[in-house]
């Protein structure tokens, strides 16, 4: 597509339930990257793939966290046993070269745990 | 301390002002500098971005950095209330990690 496309645009989950995010990037855009954003605040970066591996991972909060890549294609965001801290908006961003400020990002996953 | 400060507002103007927008930063091995606009319920866009000290102008916007003070602007001229949107300053280093660093955004309404 033409933009970076993430599913779903909102989500509400019991708290302590497994929840999967996906990201689409942009075709041939090698690099990718989650952040999070919290209500009122600025992102906060959580991982980021080159491919299908994840050399900078250091923005995951906790090992409830996890991510996966397949190729340089679609990308999961994966949490587990939800808390109510983890309600904010997941945004997925994509880029041609690692590196680059050109980052496209997509709309975002509303998650709130209730 | 945050290693990116940002006032959150809101900011309200009226249509045609001029708009200031800062942020200042504590990392002296921050590089490059980026201002992303976001609307609401919409990722950021990337909207400006500058390399080390100086000025760009582009349009009606002009990004300042002033690495001395660690202190970067934007400047909106002849506002629209189509600039009505939250503004982020992000940063990051040369060496760095690929991740970029946000401030928390000002909220910004131009008023008709």
């Known amino acids: 597509g033409a933009g970076v496309s993430q599913s779903p645009s909102n989500k509400v989950t019991e708290k302590g339930k497994d929840v999967e995010l996906r990201c689409d990037p942009i075709?041939?855009?090698?690099?990718l990257y989650w952040y999070r954003q919290r209500l009122g605040q600025g992102l906060e970066f959580l991982i980021y793939?080159?491919?299908?591996?994840?050399?900078?991972k250091s923005g995951l909060p906790s090992d409830r966290f996890s991510a996966e890549r397949t190729g340089e294609s679609v990308s999961t965001l994966t949490i587990q046993r939800t808390q109510q801290e983890d309600s904010a908006v997941y945004l997925c961003?994509?880029?041609?070269?690692?590196?680059?400020?050109?980052?496209?990002f997509g709309s975002g996953t509303r998650l709130t745990v209730v | 301390q945050k290693e990116v400060e940002q006032d959150p507002g809101p900011l309200s103007v009226p249509e045609g002002a001029i708009v200031s927008l800062n942020c200042t930063y504590s990392?002296?091995?921050?590089?490059?500098f980026m201002w992303y606009r976001q609307y609401s319920r919409k990722g950021p866009e990337l909207l400006m971005y500058?390399?080390?000290?100086g000025n760009k102008e582009d349009g009606r916007f002009t990004a300042q950095v002033d690495k001395s003070s660690k202190y970067i602007s934007l400047f909106i001229r002849d506002s629209q209330p189509s600039d009505s949107a939250t503004y982020l300053c992000?940063?990051?280093?040369?060496?760095?990690?690929?991740?970029?660093?946000f401030g928390q955004g000002t909220r910004l309404t131009i008023n008709p």
């Open positions: 990392n002296s091995a921050f590089q490059y």
């Open positions: 793939f080159q491919g299908n591996s994840a050399p900078d």
């Open positions: 500058t390399y080390s000290s």
């Open positions: 961003a994509s880029s041609f070269v690692p590196g680059s400020y050109g980052y496209t």
């Open positions: 992000a940063m990051k280093s040369v060496q760095g990690a690929q991740k970029l660093v």
């Open positions: 075709s041939g855009h090698t690099a």
